[in-house]
């Protein structure tokens, strides 16, 4: 989680530094290390986050299974990850080893609701994801 340790410090030095605008970030932003290294200086941040999640008993057993296993909390890259691999797992049950048969399958994944949001593929195989924008408060 190299780059979440990046991300909130680099936003809590451009604060202390004495910058005071508006600071957009991506869905990595949604971490825990991201904030306890950022601390209060993230306050307002603005960030993206897949607009639809898998239920919350879904992503509990996630979260609990993926801390057990590495030691520490998933952050979204593990989420997206977790999906994709559930997808191609999917599709070479129903195939084998048979690469255009994967592709098809993937293609005709329809809507996905995983651990990191809504996925719908479009027949030529470009990925769609919509993401909201949130607005981070630092916990008082």
Known sequence: HQAE?????????????????????????????????GGIFLEGVEYTYPAEGADESSLREFREAYTRRFGIQPNSDAAMGYDLAFILTEAMRVCGN????????????????????????????????RYIIRRYEYPR
């Open 5 to 37: 340790t990046s991300m909130g410090l680099c936003i809590k030095q451009l604060r202390q530094a004495g910058y005071r605008g508006r600071i957009f970030a991506g869905f990595t932003f949604h971490s825990e290390e991201v904030w306890r290294v």
């Open 98 to 129: 048979m690469p255009q048969c994967i592709q098809d399958q993937v293609r005709q994944l329809g809507v996905y609701r995983g651990m990191a949001g809504e996925l719908m593929m479009r027949p030529d195989g470009t990925p769609i994801r």
